[in-house]
């Protein structure tokens, strides 16, 4: 089974809305860490968002917020006031474990989102 | 201010070639990572190590091997080069203990001819 699943290949939004991209993720853990990468076209991968677990609080980063419904195992990335240059591909990651020696992120399949002017 | 490094943006290689990968990193993070990016299945894990010398395979390691032979330096190797490892490759790098210390690298992109 997909352990991070993203449904929307591909989004548009009109320049100054509010967009939301969806995230579900599958573990037994109760303990992980969910995370948001901007990826624009130049390649790098730009860390957005995190949440944790045992985080009672969405998590938020300026323009960035995290809405995370920990029963339904969602974690939506929501972007408000778009600008043009929030056009990019996103990912959605999880860490099983907190804390401990290397943990991996695993990855959704991404979300392309192109803001219109 | 680059904290990743990977040694080449674009590399053509032929198919049977031995191909080395490098990545730096320069903030003493003991963890590193090595995915590979193709569209619509998003980033896959092919190797990573906690520790030098240390390595542990990840999702897809099959055509690959890797090498810690000093904490900031981790080499991706691909034995006999295959059309079908054509890729974008990342290098990321955490601390062991840090819960969202992620940084990656700006990528290779890699074509087997």
């Known amino acids: 089974a997909q352990k991070i699943t993203q449904t929307q290949p591909g989004m548009f939004v009109q320049e100054k809305e509010a967009v939301t991209l969806d995230c579900t993720y599958d573990t037994s853990d109760q303990s992980y860490g969910l995370f948001w990468y901007k990826q624009p076209s130049s390649g790098e991968m730009i860390f957005l968002i995190y949440?944790?677990?045992?985080?009672?609080q969405n998590a938020t980063e300026g323009r960035y917020s995290l809405n995370f419904q920990k029963a339904r195992k969602s974690a939506n990335l929501v972007i408000s006031a778009s600008q043009l240059g929030d056009s990019a591909m996103y990912f959605c990651a999880m860490r099983e474990g907190l804390f401990g020696s290397a943990r991996q992120l695993t990855f959704g399949s991404g979300t392309q989102l192109t803001v219109l002017p | 201010d680059v904290k990743v490094t990977q040694s080449s943006r674009y590399l053509v290689k032929r198919t049977g070639e031995k191909v080395f990968l490098e990545c730096v990193q320069d903030m003493d993070h003991e963890n590193m990572f090595w995915y590979r990016q193709d569209p619509g299945l998003g980033l896959r894990l092919i190797y990573f190590?906690?520790?030098?010398?240390?390595?542990e395979k990840g999702d897809i390691p099959e055509g690959y091997s890797v090498s810690r032979e000093k904490k900031e330096r981790f080499s991706l190797i691909l034995e006999s080069a295959s059309t079908n490892q054509t890729s974008m490759y990342l290098c990321a790098s955490s601390l062991r203990d840090n819960n969202y210390g992620y940084t990656f690298g700006s990528g290779t992109r890699l074509t087997v001819v």
């Open positions: 190590s906690y520790d030098v010398k240390m390595k």
């Open positions: 949440q944790g677990s045992y985080d009672e």
